[in-house]
């Protein structure tokens, strides 16, 4: 678990799973996803979160409140099988969440355990280029274009991340 001035994040549990399905069941989770909005694709989905904890050891992490559970959305280090590079990743899955900097300090302090608990040397965040709200949080971490990275597929970008001496 870690802590920021206002945020909790910690390993996703079987509680969060209406707070994930109804977001993934929305159009705000279009980005997200690959394939389209189903219940069972939700499922599977957060069966991945889950269990990138249990193969890993690490994942992205849920956020919450300080002092409170309710899921807010999800941020931290991602590394799927078959991913070209490690990655930080961030969520909102509640649209009441979005523009007071949530995912942005969920990010950094995931970021943060990344490089300095599970020793990365470097993290890009792979986003859709019509995500406006993502690239923002990815600029203000501190995050670059790399034109040259690999992608995790056709439809995204690669932002690179300062190197953990060169964190924003």
Known sequence: MLETERLTLRAPVAADWPYWCDFALSDRSRFVRGAEPSEANAWRAFGHMIGHWVLRGYGMFVVS?????????AAGPWFPAGWAEQEI????????????????????????????????????????????ASIAVA??????????????????????????????
């Open 139 to 168: 600029e203000r971490l501190g995050a670059s274009r790399d034109e040259a990275a690999e992608t995790a597929g056709d439809d995204v970008r690669v932002y690179r991340h300062p190197t953990p001496e060169a964190r924003a």
């Open 89 to 132: 990743g961030w969520t909102l899955w509640s649209e009441e969440a979005e523009g007071q900097g949530i995912a942005t300090e969920a990010a950094r302090a995931g970021r943060a355990h990344a490089y300095d608990t599970l020793g990365w040397h470097t993290a890009v965040s792979y986003i859709h280029p019509d995500n406006a």
């Open 65 to 73: 409140r300080r002092g409170g559970d309710i899921p807010l959305g």
